[in-house]
């Protein structure tokens, strides 16, 4: 008895100790769980900020833009930075994976570095096509000019209108100039013309300037079988007879001198030598040999050289980057 009351006090002693560890691990466990979802979060807003492109200023990742408006964008924030030291960006993205455009524009701001170190005269258009939500990032250097609320009066004048439509490459474009307008102001400098948006379509020109040319083609196909039928039917229904009247009047011709006992060897040789016939083929097509100046001429009237001409016959073988600017929380953005 005194044995099992020893066993149950040192039972109860390892209980009441070990108890305090298991409560403390357990504490630990649900510290360390929060801490990586907090992380986890953390890095899901941080993390996914995509790398600026080489082009720097339309950075298109939904793929939203055509060649040539990416070009003209292009051209238009590297002048404006040349004028102003100003930066205006575009950054398109399928979505955000849930964190908020604002966050996620101030970020990509930073990161980048977009506008001046000195003066934070940057300015970051992000748009999120599936989530349909558009943010305009400024720079606090360009606070003044570009309020909230002004910002906010630019994306429901040139951008959210068209964006309902599903036109972001025509909202962005009208958004882009707006704004840099508003930049190049704020420097003293004459607001530009922007150009007139029309929807490029390059692979569709092209494939019609390839349905063009295969017209283009196929009509002179067309007219090359024509005139190859005519030549064929022309050499029928002339050259053919002719050549072969020609022949059998030589024929008959060599065979009344050889009846008549003269010496007809350097006939035969003279008119049915390889090029003596060719000769007298060639001489079939009268027009042809009247327009070239060759034609006129019987193969009986050949001079002594047609020889020296079979002979020779018969020898014959035939990026930019962002310069350190800042941003905090100005900038205006919207559902669409």
Not at 48 to 77: H, M, Q, R
Not at 91 to 102: A, F, M, N, P, R
Not at 241 to 254: A, C, Q, R, Y
Request: glycine content about 12%.
């Amino acid at each position: 008895m005194i044995r099992s009351d020893h066993c149950s006090d040192e039972m109860k002693e390892r209980i009441e100790g070990e108890y305090p560890m298991k409560k403390w691990i357990g504490r630990m466990a649900v510290l360390l769980a929060f801490v990586l979802t907090l992380s986890g979060s953390t890095l899901a807003v941080f993390g996914e900020i995509p790398s600026a492109t080489k082009e720097f200023y339309v950075n298109d990742y939904a793929g939203i833009f055509s060649d040539a408006w990416k070009e003209e964008l292009c051209k238009a924030g590297e002048q404006l930075y040349d004028d102003t030291t100003a930066q205006l960006v575009v950054l398109t993205v399928d979505t955000t994976d849930g964190e908020d455009i604002s966050d996620y524009a101030v970020e990509t701001g930073r990161k980048w570095g977009i506008g001046s170190k000195k003066k934070n005269n940057g300015v970051l258009i992000v748009l999120s096509v599936s989530d349909r939500k558009v943010w305009v990032s400024v720079g606090y250097g360009l606070e003044g000019k570009l309020p909230d609320s002004k910002t906010g009066r630019l994306l429901d004048e040139y951008a959210v209108p068209s964006y309902k439509d599903n036109q972001f490459e025509k909202g962005t474009v009208e958004l882009y100039y707006a704004l840099l307008n508003e930049i190049r102001e704020e420097y003293g400098l004459e607001k530009i013309t922007a150009p007139r948006y029309e929807k490029m379509q390059p692979d569709v020109d092209d494939d019609e300037d390839d349905e063009d040319d295969g017209t283009v083609w196929e009509i002179a196909l067309g007219l090359v079988m024509i005139v190859l039928i005519m030549v064929g039917a022309y050499l029928l229904c002339v050259m053919l007879p002719v050549f072969l009247i020609v022949t059998v009047v030589l024929v008959l011709k060599g065979l009344i001198m050889k009846l008549s006992g003269k010496d007809t060897a350097d006939y035969w040789k003279k008119n049915f030598n390889r090029m003596s016939v060719l000769h007298r083929l060639f001489n079939s097509l009268f027009p042809l040999s009247w327009i070239l100046g060759r034609g006129g001429k019987s193969s009986g009237g050949s001079s002594g050289n047609d020889d020296d001409r079979d002979d020779d016959y018969d020898s014959y073988d035939s990026g930019s980057s962002g310069d350190g600017g800042s941003f905090g929380g100005g900038g205006a953005g919207r559902d669409f």
